[in-house]
Nanobody, 119 residues
């Protein structure tokens, strides 16, 4: 099992910044992909940013140029730097990891951290 623990959420004004952290119980070298999803109130959980199995990064169109995903392999931690925050960024943000198990992919989730952006 891979355990994920998010931190860093909070309340900010529009235009502000937050940095989210996701600490993994397993070495992220052994994790095929890791990244962030978010779920606004009453809406579906969607991908925000992630590292692919090849080490490339993917971003949702709405956060390109404002959010940056990066990692510290020695600390088994992945971060999401969020700048120029907008009220529409308000959501619960979840860390996600995918790990191969034979031909199957196991999916792991953190408990989530709340991000609220006021007007």
């Amino acid at each position: 099992q891979v355990q994920l623990e998010e931190s860093g959420g909070g309340l900010v004004h529009a235009g502000g910044s937050l940095r989210l952290s996701c600490a993994a119980s397993a070495s992220i070298f052994s994790i095929n992909s890791i990244g962030w999803y978010r779920q606004p109130p009453g809406k579906q959980r969607d991908l925000v940013a992630a590292f692919t199995s090849g080490g490339a990064t993917n971003y949702a169109d709405g956060v390109k140029g404002r959010f940056t995903i990066f990692r510290d392999n020695a600390k088994n931690t992945v971060y999401l730097q969020m700048n120029s925050l907008k009220p529409e960024d308000t959501a619960v943000y979840y860390c996600n990891a995918k790990k191969s198990n034979g031909l199957r992919i196991d999916n792991y989730w953190g408990k989530g951290t709340q991000v609220t952006v006021s007007s």
